[in-house]
């Protein structure tokens, strides 16, 4: 069965990660989680998605929210999962059934943490909310009048309740969220850039563009790279500590900056140094924003390896991904940003629009991601990819994004 497995931050009010909603979908046709033929294959994903894939490394061991079905939650299927590691969300389609308010209780008795989704109020709903741990507030549905009433009117009936917002697409609907009472929020107002006055450039951010301009120069000089680096405590430090990580297991301890850049050659430098100025560039921006950009840069090399043998070529697909956002990262229109980078003119290219290979792989690879899948199946099958392949090149970049992170 192929079925597209992803996932989405939930964000506190400082915009740091403290769980991920897990998302399922089936075909070209589903939308939602209950639109797979039948429980028994739900129940059949989750016993086998799960089991194979891990929890911990879709969420890198934070909680997973995960959405159930009246049925599944009647037929006992959570208890296939740790109550430890996930919230229970009861779909809105549920509200009405039969009984399910003595469910979600009984499983709640087990221990498990209960989400009420897409919450909608109505007075028969208080028993429900009374065995609820969190309430999710779509803003897409709701007037702008229930956003704000909603947390007190509920938390007159329960006030050890967490309430999160979703389909948070705006930096507004963010701030409007927080004053009235939400401490959780999830949706991608955080991958939207915020356009300000133009700043001046600080020294430090300054130093990593030539720095990276100098990278970039088709004459390629290790020496020049060697001397500016060296005049950089931080810098040298972390290329010592990245190649003596182990990720790359020497034997011997690498001790000169001169070794470490001979010995990753001109485009694993170049990745490396990239990685390194992004999250320079970005500072004062959410973390999971950078996150985000290495998952993309290490998923498009991923797919990019069914696309094209050549190294330059993975370089590219690497780099598409990783400036993907960069408008947001440092809120200036991207047409400006992608005129300073100094990256190749095709990658400039994808990353303005054109559809050649790396933007089409970059569309892939966003869509997947936002499990958005007629999309993702169609551009599938355009580029003659390999579901399970574009499976593994997924898990394989949420791991190595998160292992990298770390340097």
Request: with cysteine.
């Amino acid at each position: 069965m192929d079925v597209v497995v992803a996932r989405q931050p939930i964000f506190n009010k400082v915009v740091k990660v403290k769980a991920y909603e897990l998302l399922f979908r089936k075909s070209i046709d589903s939308i939602s989680y209950d639109a797979f033929d039948g429980e028994s294959s739900t129940i059949e994903l989750l016993k086998s998605s799960l089991s194979v894939i891990g929890l911990d490394v879709l969420t890198n061991g934070l909680p997973a929210f995960i959405n159930f079905t009246g049925k599944l939650l009647r037929d006992d299927v959570p208890s296939l999962l740790p109550p430890n590691k996930v919230v229970i969300e009861v779909l809105e389609t549920s509200y009405y059934d039969l009984g399910i308010s003595d469910t979600v209780k009984a499983i709640k008795k087990k221990g498990y943490k209960i989400a009420l989704d897409d919450f909608f109020f109505k007075n028969e709903f208080k028993d429900l909310i009374m065995s609820a741990d969190y309430i999710k507030v779509d803003f897409l549905q709701v007037t702008d009048e229930e956003k704000r009433e909603y947390p007190k009117k509920i938390s007159s009936i329960k006030d050890s309740i967490t309430f999160l917002a979703e389909k948070i697409e705006t930096y507004d609907d963010f701030l409007l969220a927080k004053e009235s009472g939400y401490s959780l929020f999830q949706g991608y107002f955080f991958s939207k850039p915020s356009y300000v006055s133009r700043k001046s450039v600080p020294l430090r951010k300054q130093f990593i563009l030539n720095l990276l301009d100098e990278a970039y120069k088709e004459n390629w000089r290790p020496a020049v790279l060697e001397d500016l680096i060296k005049r950089d405590l931080s810098l040298s430090f972390r290329l010592l500590k990245f190649m003596n990580s182990i990720y790359f297991g020497f034997r011997n301890r690498i001790n000169s900056i001169k070794q470490a850049i001979v010995l990753l050659g001109k485009n694993e430098f170049l990745k490396w140094l990239s990685l390194i100025a992004l999250g320079e560039l970005a500072d004062d921006k959410p973390e999971e924003l950078v996150t985000l950009s290495i998952f993309r840069a290490k998923m498009c090399e991923n797919i990019g390896q069914f696309l094209s043998k050549k190294n330059d070529d993975l370089s590219n697909f690497f780099m598409t991904g990783l400036f993907s956002s960069i408008d947001a990262l440092l809120d200036r229109p991207r047409s400006e940003l992608i005129n300073e980078l100094p990256i190749n003119a095709l990658v400039k290219a994808a990353l303005m629009g054109e559809k050649n290979i790396y933007f089409q792989a970059l569309e892939l690879v966003i869509s997947y991601e936002k499990t958005e899948v007629d999309k993702f199946y169609k551009l599938l099958e355009k580029l003659k990819l390999n579901f399970d392949d574009v499976m593994k090149a997924y898990l394989e970049a949420i791991r190595w994004s998160s292992q990298l992170i770390t340097f």
